[in-house]
């Protein structure tokens, strides 16, 4: 996890501090932080329109089906399409997340499967909670470094 961090930070302080290629690698760079941006904007949407429904409360049925979405659109993804500054600083955070809404989702699945199972208390409810809570930290960070890029000129 801090590999892939770090990596994305000194990516970006090497573009940001003009070590590519003089101004037109910063163009470019600039140019890629925003296409990287647009082709992952599907997959942030649907992560925070997940994580905004969470706030409220959300039945089972209705989350499997959100996550169901989420794996649509990430499978619509063209990876290849994508530099590796995109994948390490925006990519690579937002699966984080998605994993993170499957993860909650198979401890709710296993929970409900479960007669002794409670899910207000107990290690399933705290889990959920967790995963949930590290998600929510995932999108709200890739959300403003995505929000910069495409502002970025």
Do not use: H
């Amino acid at each position: 996890m801090w590999k892939s961090i770090v990596a994305g930070l000194i990516a970006l302080l090497f573009a940001a501090t003009g070590c590519a290629s003089g101004s037109s690698g910063n163009a470019e760079a600039a140019a890629e932080r925003r296409d990287c941006a647009k082709q992952l904007s599907p997959l942030l949407d649907e992560l925070s329109e997940l994580n905004s429904r969470l706030d409220t409360g959300v039945p089972y049925a209705e989350y499997s089906t959100s996550v169901g979405d989420i794996s649509v659109v990430y499978d619509d993804l063209d990876l290849d399409a994508l530099g590796s500054e995109c994948v390490q600083g925006a990519g690579i955070p937002l699966e984080r997340a998605f994993n993170a809404y499957i993860a909650a989702g198979n401890a709710w699945d296993r929970c409900i499967d479960n007669e002794f199972c409670d899910l207000d208390f107990g290690s399933a409810a705290d889990k959920m909670q967790d995963k949930w809570a590290k998600a929510a930290d995932l999108i709200d960070e890739i959300d403003k470094k995505m929000e910069s890029w495409e502002q970025a000129s």
